[in-house]
């Protein structure tokens, strides 16, 4: 009878949170509940105060997700609108920036308080298929590559975002249309790229992490040249941090072996400086100490910082 009654209260809880979000923007999401234990038993972790949508791509037919995490204020301040920081490679890096923007407002506020998306890989799909396709320029993938994998799909995939998943987040949450982050790593910092040369201002900032420069013999330092050749003006604010180790050093197992990304790191920095763009803010960081895969938590901590600080009161 117990148990019964149970289940009973679970299930007219759950339906009610099912109605509350099918309502939309206008009825505000609950209270972020206090954090409480897992369920134990065996059951899958699960990453407290987050929420998965399907938002499938009805061009590519590709179901795709969005992890969503919402600030701790969001259910105290009904009024108020917060930026969005979308992320690639959601299945890595969505719990890590979460934690970590939790983590810098510990002792006082560090970054401002933003709304997570994490970009996830299609369903069905490992998450090098996924990334290769959609987040490279050029269907030119390396020739280390599978003879069958397909790359050169970011224009569509951008385009997917920008149609279906930016409507959806603002259509759910209250958001701050003027503020919209982007924030990848590695081919995900290619796919940013490709945006800011193409549409710069359907973000407002870029956190470009490890980017993947030497793709497709550079092709993104000429889709640099070509946007400067028709553009007076790069209308965003530009992060870019590179592992010190992500570059050739013979003999030392430490550094990268076949590219040389620091190298193409500074060259995109110095190329950009050099346009005296009126609106672009940016900074670019080589970090000591850290090559191609320890370099991202360390990276994201410093972008978040750069492109969200906390206001000054």
Request: glycine share 6%; net charge neutral; charged share 25%.
């Amino acid at each position: 009878m117990i148990r019964s009654l149970l289940f009973a209260a679970l299930a007219s809880l759950f339906l009610a949170n099912c109605s509350d979000a099918a309502n939309g923007q206008a009825a505000a999401s609950p209270k972020p509940a206090a954090p409480s234990a897992q369920r134990g038993e065996g059951l899958p972790y699960e990453i407290a105060d987050t929420e998965v949508w399907d938002v499938p791509d009805p061009v590519s037919r590709r179901a795709y997700q969005v992890f969503v995490a919402l600030p701790p204020s969001y259910g105290d301040q009904p009024q108020r609108r917060y930026p969005v920081l979308y992320v690639t490679d959601a299945d890595y890096a969505f719990s890590l920036i979460k934690q970590i923007a939790r983590r810098l407002n510990v002792e006082r506020p560090t970054v401002e308080e933003f709304i997570l998306v994490g970009l996830s890989y299609a369903k069905g799909e490992g998450g090098m298929q996924s990334r290769r396709r959609d987040y490279t320029p050029t269907p030119n993938g390396p020739s280390t590559a599978r003879a069958d994998a397909e790359h050169g799909k970011a224009v569509a995939y951008a385009v997917y975002v920008r149609d279906r998943v930016f409507p959806f987040v603002a259509g759910k949450y209250r958001t701050d249309a003027r503020r919209r982050f982007f924030l990848g790593h590695s081919y995900g910092a290619l796919l940013g790229s490709e945006i800011l040369f193409s549409e710069p201002r359907l973000f407002d900032g870029y956190i470009l992490g490890s980017p993947s420069f030497w793709y497709d013999r550079h092709h993104m330092a000429e889709r640099e040249k070509a946007y400067a050749e028709k553009h007076d003006d790069l209308p965003a604010r530009v992060y870019m941090y590179i592992g010190e180790y992500e570059e050739m050093r013979p003999g030392d197992p430490r550094y990268a072996k076949d590219v040389n990304m620091v190298t193409d790191t500074r060259a995109m920095d110095r190329a950009l400086r050099s346009r005296n763009y009126p609106s672009l803010r940016m900074e670019t960081e080589v970090l000591n100490d850290e090559d191609h895969f320890t370099v991202a938590p360390r990276g994201f901590t410093r972008g978040l910082k750069y492109l969200l600080p906390a206001p000054a009161k």
